[in-house]
């Protein structure tokens, strides 16, 4: 037992103890964090051409070159390779499935009987009999459902012409002349995606349901079918087909409706909650393969691969198979390095824009080395304690005060997460909606021809609600049930603007009186209906106009102008915030209780409400006023009674009200003098108390749990634009 030195309490050398354990175990948590950004870094030749997650493990299935030359088919298990074959002969392991804790993996092995390959299917590492062995022919595919066990794939005939079949527990039905590339089974049925050879010796992508084929390309120019995925009775097919140019076009079917994706293939889709991925390559301008990642059929940067903090530049790359679970995204493929070496790789939580990814791997490896610093510290600090009694006290407060300064640091690290969607376009994340486990940002994007387009981000993946053809925009976002509504505005081609509430993707035109000068800015769904707020154009000018399921309510005459922007409500009550202009052309801050008026500012000076909510007998309003100075400064409501939540020196707007039991959350900015005037601080103020969050500006706060999320859009690192982004728990 370590004798305490004189005046030094008992307790003292606990907490000394109990400090060092504690960076004992954050140290262990941060090599954890960094060994999970790397899961395969191959030195040898080969490719990952399937994977799959189960029970936490990943499989990922492939070959890899020994010293002999000869190609090895592998199974990695986390990263761990099990070679399935002796290295005798050349063989690859195609596709990878686990069911009830068996691994089964489908590929093919040189056979000296016939001096080709021959269909393989390895159980748990062992090769099982299943096909007819004197046959040339490769397992490409394969799925286990309710202990039977499919394999899809081909054998040659007698005129050494493939024959696409499918394999269900080893006995074969062939399917047409070509070859059979991935099966799915779902409700007892089996789909099978590959391709047929017609009369014209025309490759046709085909799929197979139950043996009847389904033919997805004209067999005028060539196309092949690589994946098939079912989900909630949609199917899904993956492939490409060639142009009437001869190009290569990536494509993706969904219940046979064909969707263009880019030049390219496609050679892998999963479906994971609403979003759909998929996985192949596109050659550029050089000829070269570049691997590509599509999302919900929107292209994801993926041209350049970071690894362990380090930007991998290669000659080409391929994606060759995708799995999603959990939110978490798994990617198998090749990348061919300046020596023109084929190296199997997986990513896995690859981020998609390269800044990030970077600075994500760099600050696992900061988190790294401070924690290996300060169990270094702890441990020499106990040997102290141990050897030299004098120094306890000291060590006691060295340990007890470098521990605190060391977890105030990670904590406070944590706080504060901005999550960019897209950095290299501009645009703005207007509002924030969370439903389960996923969350929903509606917002805006300058596309490649400058236009605007309507942007909704479902946990980080992007979906366009316009086509990009003229200006668009998505100002507010809510989710009810199974069904995901927006609201907005769409300009045609004569550059005349509509309110647009989209449901599910699709677009509903409001009714207007201008023909072409409304605008969607808020909606609230409450039952059965759906309430939105904005404004439209008469003969005497824009008022603010609350439509109830498609029907509209004005809120005022258009005799001043006016805008309704948020919409709340409560029991049978419907509230609605905004400004009208006075007599003086003075903005007064309106709010509007089932079409009854209330002025929430004397008019004297510019004002607006920009958010309304309503907690038990409360109402809670949030906006901006201006002082004699004429600076805007951030204004909450409650009751009527306003509080400013700035100062007045510089200019400041509160754009979002939310309450959550006692507390009261606004989210808004602060402009940055001195500066251009793009630049803010985005603040979150709660009960009154304002916290800065970042350079950049604050429009939607939401609060799902104990989980605070806010949208907004913040400066790009370097260049001179403003990019949409989020952030999740806020303090």
């Not at 201006?626 to 951030?634: D, W």
């Not at 700035?646 to 500066?675: I, S, W």
Request: aromatic letters at 10%.
């Amino acid at each position: 037992m370590v004798e305490e030195s004189r005046g030094v309490p008992k307790l003292l050398v606990v907490f000394t103890a109990i400090c060092s354990i504690f960076l004992i175990i954050l140290m262990f948590e941060s090599l954890r964090y960094n060994t999970e950004q790397k899961l395969i870094e191959v030195k040898r030749a080969g490719s990952a051409n399937s994977v799959i997650l189960s029970d936490d493990d990943v499989y990922v299935a492939g070959e890899e070159l020994n010293g002999k030359g000869i190609t090895v088919a592998t199974l990695w298990k986390n990263g761990a390779p099990q070679e399935l074959t002796d290295g005798t002969r050349n063989a690859s392991a195609c596709s990878v499935f686990a069911s009830g804790g068996d691994v089964y993996v489908a590929g093919e092995e040189f056979s000296d009987a016939h001096g080709g390959f021959a269909a393989v299917l390895w159980k748990n590492g062992a090769p099982q009999t299943f096909s007819d062995i004197s046959k040339e022919g490769s397992a490409r595919g394969v799925f286990v459902s309710d202990g039977d066990v499919y394999v899809a794939g081909y054998e040659q005939d007698e005129g050494k012409m493939p024959v696409a079949i499918l394999w269900k527990n080893g006995v074969a039905q062939e399917l047409a002349n070509g070859i059979a590339f991935s099966v799915y089974v779902s409700d007892s049925v089996a789909y099978v995606a590959g391709y047929e050879e017609n009369a014209d010796g025309v490759q046709i992508a085909v799929l197979w349901k139950n043996g009847v084929a389904q033919a997805l390309t004209d067999g005028v120019k060539e196309g092949r079918a690589y994946s098939v995925f079912v989900a909630d009775g949609d199917v899904y097919v993956a492939g490409y087909r060639k142009n009437e140019n001869g190009i290569e076009v990536a494509m993706i079917w969904k219940n046979g409706e064909a969707q263009t994706l880019s030049a390219g293939r496609v050679f892998s889709v999963y479906v994971a909650g609403k979003n759909v991925y998929a996985a192949g390559f596109e050659r550029n301008i050089q000829d070269e393969l570049v691997a590509k990642l599509w999302i919900n059929g929107i292209e994801q940067k993926c041209d350049n691969f970071w690894l362990n903090g380090k930007k991998q530049n290669y000659l080409s790359s391929v994606a060759n198979s995708i799995f999603v679970s959990g939110g978490r995204m798994y990617v198998a493929g090749s990348l061919i390095n300046p020596k023109g070496t084929e190296l199997a790789r997986l990513w896995k939580d690859y981020q998609y824009s390269e800044t990030l990814f970077e600075e994500v791997v760099k600050e696992g490896i900061a988190k790294q080395q401070a924690n290996i610093f300060a169990i270094i510290l702890g441990a020499l600090i106990v040997i102290v304690i141990f050897i030299s009694k004098k120094a306890v006290r000291v060590a006691a407060i060295v340990v007890g005060s470098f521990t605190l300064m060391f977890y105030i640091g990670r904590v406070g690290s944590d706080d504060i997460t901005p999550i960019p969607f897209d950095a290299s376009r501009s645009g703005m994340a207007i509002s924030v909606f969370v439903s389960g486990n996923d969350t929903y940002v509606a917002g805006l994007e300058r596309n490649a021809q400058n236009n605007l387009v309507s942007k909704l981000w479902i946990d980080g993946v992007a979906k366009n609600l316009s086509d990009g053809s003229a200006d668009a925009g998505a100002f507010s976002v809510v989710v009810a049930g199974d069904d995901v509504y927006a609201a907005g505005y769409e300009k045609d081609a004569a550059d005349k603007t509509f309110a647009v509430l989209w449901k599910n993707g699709e677009a509903q035109y409001l009714p207007d009186e201008s023909d072409g000068d409304s605008e969607a800015v808020a909606l609230f769904v409450a039952g059965d209906d759906v309430y939105v707020a904005g404004s439209d154009l008469n003969k005497r000018g824009r008022f603010a106009v609350l439509w109830k399921n498609g029907e509209p309510q004005s809120l005022t005459d258009g005799t001043y102008p006016a805008i309704a922007m948020s919409v709340y409500v409560a029991g049978d009550d419907v509230y609605v915030a905004g400004f009208e202009r006075n007599a003086q052309r003075k903005k007064v801050g309106m709010l509007w209780k089932n079409g009854q008026a209330y002025s929430l500012t004397d008019g004297k000076r510019d004002a607006e409400v920009r958010s309304v909510f309503v907690s038990g007998a409360d109402v809670h309003a949030a906006g901006w006023e201006k002082n004699a100075a004429g600076k805007e400064v951030a204004m909450y409501w409650k009751n009527g009674v306003a509080q400013e939540l700035t100062d007045g020196t510089k200019d400041g707007v509160a754009r979002c009200v939310l309450v959550a039991g006692d507390d009261v959350y606004v989210a808004g900015f602060e402009k940055v003098e001195d500066e251009t005037t793009t630049a803010h601080t985005a603040k979150i103020w709660k009960n009154g108390e304002a916290q800065n969050i970042a350079s950049a500006s604050a429009y939607s706060v939401f609060l799902s749990g104990k989980d605070l999320y806010i949208a907004g859009r913040v400066k790009h690192p370097e260049r001179s634009i403003l990019i949409p982004t989020f952030w999740k728990n806020v303090k």
